[in-house]
Structure formats: structure tokens, C-alpha cells
């Protein structure tokens, strides 16, 4: 059985790193001080971090880089985001005099929960290690740091689009774009890598997605992510025919009005597409610390703990109506 030696309850806490959390409010960084790096390098460990990070995270990049986000203070002190979804209003009215009363509506507001467990990946080495690579004047490798974050973030990139069969606490569940309840759906007329899809098939496929969140009320703008095994045959030319100039099917679809972009997600299993309108109200990255490296000790400081660590946590939403602005096709 494993030893439990950091541990916060309602009867105290116990070990160094519990103790350094909770005296400093949950400020990560007390885990980045009094360690046995150097400055130069926790920066190459940190820039690695944000490189590997941002190769990795296609759609949560997406978010990110458009302000799709909702950030919280003190993410390691909050466990569930509380947040309110509303009713519409019934349509206005139009007379000569405006005499005539209106409907009188009252928007409704319910509470909703979105639990804000920590992604985080673990490795170590001992200080044998550091010190003979400071001695022989060469830069610590990265490459432990590197493997750990890109286990995060793979781990955060199939959390958004594929969701996890449902990670439920504290009175709400994690969804991602192919599991929500309330996304919209469509069937593609045939899977895109088969010889039935023509260009026109896939735009036709496309122009549906598109009709499907116009009906649940989102407009756009829109991203289209596809699996690997649709990237390559959206390469192929949209239509033989002398007018169409050669054009890939991919570029046909970034014509359709509002279609800002066609992406490849690793993470979505085949013969799956997804297309998500880039705004707030449906979708979010909730974020309650960015992907960073904390580091403890044990052994009398002879091995050096490392764990990259993140709180970010998509938010697919919908309307008290169940409209919402994703739609999975398959």
C-alpha cells in the first residue's frame, strides 16, 4: 500500500507539501521556491510547457486564442464552477401607438455546476543526476518535462472533443463535443475517406451541419474539425469539371459563409465531424491554472518530484431550451 504523506482535510493537514499549499493560499508557486534548480532552469522548463502546449492543443487553442475563456482565481481552492443558463423571451409586438401592452416576460435563470479537476502528469530524478549535468556544463534535459505535458495536453484536447464518458462532482458533469446532451446531430450521407463522397457530397454534409445549429438559433462563426482519416481526401480536387479551377474540397468548405476554418483533430475518432460556433455562449475553455510545474523533494532532498499540472476544463453550453451551438455529425 502507498504511503499518503500530503493530505488536506476538515481535521488538518499533513506533510510539506500539503502545508506549503494551504499557508499560501493555494499560490502554486510556494511548490517553485527553495528548490534545487536554477533559474535558467525552471525557464527552459517552463518554456517547454507553453511549446508543447501550444503545438498540442488544436481546439483548446481555439478557444484560448479567440478569448473563449471564463479564468478563476484561486483555481486550486475551487473544486466547481457555479454558473446560471436563462430562458428566452417571447417575440415583440409592433402597433401604431404602443399603447397596447406587450406580453410582459421574465427571463428564468437555473443554477448549474461544472467540476474543476486538476489534469497533472508526475516525473522525477534524483539530484546525481542535476548535479552531473551542471558539472559537465550541459542544459538539463527536457525531455521528461516534455512527455509529461503532452500527456496533459492530449488529455485536455480528448476531454473537449470526445469527453469522457461523464466526470460528474459536486452536481455537474463534464461533457465534451461528442457526448453533450444537448449538441445537435446530423448523418453524413457517406463516411468522407468512401468514393461516394464527392465534393459535393461533403458540402452538401457540411451545409446541413450548418442548417442544424442555424434551426438551435447560433450563427456563427464556426470552426469544422475532422479525423485523420477525412484529411486527406479533403485534398482532392471538388470537381473535375474545367470551372472549378482545381479547387480541394477543403477550400470549397471555407467558402460556405461563417466556415472560418478546417481543422484535423488527432482526438476525434474516425468518421466523426464537428462543428463548433466559436462564441461564449457555446462553448468555453474554463480555466483555473495554466499548465505549469511544481516540484517537491524527498528522500532527504536526494530525488526531485516534478508534476505538471493544469486546471483547464472545456464548457459545452447550451439554452434552458436545449439549443446549443455544436453539431456532431457522423
Known amino acids: 500500500m502507498d504511503a499518503i504523506t500530503d493530505v488536506i482535510t476538515n481535521q488538518g493537514i499533513t506533510g510539506n507539501v500539503a502545508s506549503r499549499l494551504l499557508n499560501s493560499g493555494f499560490n502554486v508557486n510556494a511548490l517553485r521556491t527553495n528548490t534545487l534548480l536554477r533559474k535558467d532552469e525552471w525557464k527552459a522548463m517552463d518554456d517547454t510547457v507553453v511549446q508543447i502546449s501550444r503545438d498540442r492543443l488544436v481546439g483548446a487553442n481555439d478557444l484560448v486564442s479567440r478569448g473563449l475563456v471564463f479564468n478563476i482565481t484561486n483555481g486550486l481552492g475551487t473544486t466547481v464552477l457555479e454558473y446560471e443558463d436563462l430562458s428566452d423571451m417571447s417575440a415583440a409586438e409592433m402597433d401604431m401607438t404602443a399603447v397596447k401592452r406587450s406580453a410582459s416576460d421574465a427571463v428564468k435563470y437555473a443554477m448549474n455546476y461544472l467540476p474543476l479537476p486538476i489534469i497533472h502528469k508526475d516525473f522525477s530524478f534524483n539530484i546525481r543526476r542535476l548535479e552531473a549535468s551542471r558539472k559537465l556544463g550541459m542544459a538539463l534535459d527536457m525531455t521528461q518535462t516534455a512527455i509529461a505535458t503532452t500527456k496533459c495536453a492530449e488529455f485536455l484536447e480528448t476531454l473537449l472533443f470526445v469527453g469522457t464518458g461523464g466526470i460528474t462532482y459536486g452536481g455537474g458533469t463534464i461533457y465534451g463535443y461528442m457526448n453533450h446532451p444537448n449538441r445537435c446531430t446530423a448523418s453524413l450521407t457517406a463516411n468522407w475517406d468512401d468514393s461516394a463522397a464527392t465534393g459535393a457530397v461533403v458540402i452538401q454534409d457540411v451545409l446541413t451541419m450548418k442548417q442544424a445549429a442555424i434551426d438551435a438559433k447560433h450563427y456563427g462563426p464556426w470552426i469544422l474539425y475532422i479525423p485523420t482519416n477525412f484529411d486527406a481526401p479533403l485534398d482532392d480536387e471538388y470537381s473535375t469539371a474545367n470551372w472549378s479551377g482545381g479547387k480541394t474540397i477543403r477550400a470549397r468548405i471555407k467558402e460556405i459563409e461563417g466556415v472560418e476554418d478546417v481543422k484535423v483533430s488527432d482526438k476525434l475518432t474516425n468518421d466523426n465531424v464537428i462543428l463548433a460556433e466559436m462564441r461564449q455562449e457555446s462553448v468555453r475553455m474554463v480555466i483555473g491554472l495554466q499548465p505549469t510545474v ?31 451551438g455544436i453539431v456532431h455529425a457522423s
Do not use: L, Y
Open 294 to 324: 511544481v516540484e517537491w523533494n524527498t528522500e532527504g532532498g536526494m530525488v526531485s518530484h516534478f508534476k505538471v499540472m493544469e486546471i483547464m476544463v472545456p464548457q459545452i453550453r447550451a439554452d434552458q431550451d436545449g439549443n446549443c
